[in-house]
């Protein structure tokens, strides 16, 4: 088992950036792939951005693609989701999840892809 919390989330006004964090404790971190999902107030969660457990393969979904980058830092246990030129449509919870896949270069950008769950960070981002 895992147990992941969030962190770095916050109000940026419109344009600005954020890099959130993910730190897991428990197994072996690198173990797993790592996805960002999001939910902003009456919607359903979404997939933000994921990265695998080797390789480093990542995806982005459309609506942040070319402002958000996901990466990992192994000997730290923490993904990390730098994002900039932030919108007032990207305010959410923010929350990272994992999963052991047998592949090494697969994510899921399903969030019933995923075992465990942080707690979330809060995103606001004014006009």
């Known amino acids: 088992q895992v147990q992941l919390v969030e962190s770095g989330g916050g109000l940026v006004q419109a344009g600005g950036s954020l890099r959130l964090s993910c730190a897991a404790s428990?197994?072996?971190?690198?173990?797993?792939?790592v996805a960002w999902f999001r939910q902003a107030p009456g919607k359903e969660r979404e997939f933000v951005a994921g990265?695998?457990?080797?390789?480093?393969?990542?995806g982005y979904a459309d609506a942040v693609k070319g402002r958000v980058t996901i990466s990992r830092d192994n000997a730290k246990n923490t993904v990390y989701l730098e994002m900039n030129s932030l919108k007032p449509e990207d305010t959410a919870v923010y929350y990272c999840?994992?999963?052991?896949?047998?592949?090494?270069?697969?994510?899921?950008?399903?969030?019933?892809?995923?075992?465990?769950w942080g707690q979330g960070t809060p995103v606001t981002v004014s006009s």
């Open positions: 999840a994992a999963k052991i896949y047998p592949s090494g270069s697969y994510f899921s950008r399903s969030d019933r892809g995923y075992d465990y």
């Open positions: 990265i695998s457990r080797q390789v480093d393969i990542t």
């Open positions: 428990g197994r072996t971190f690198s173990n797993y792939a």
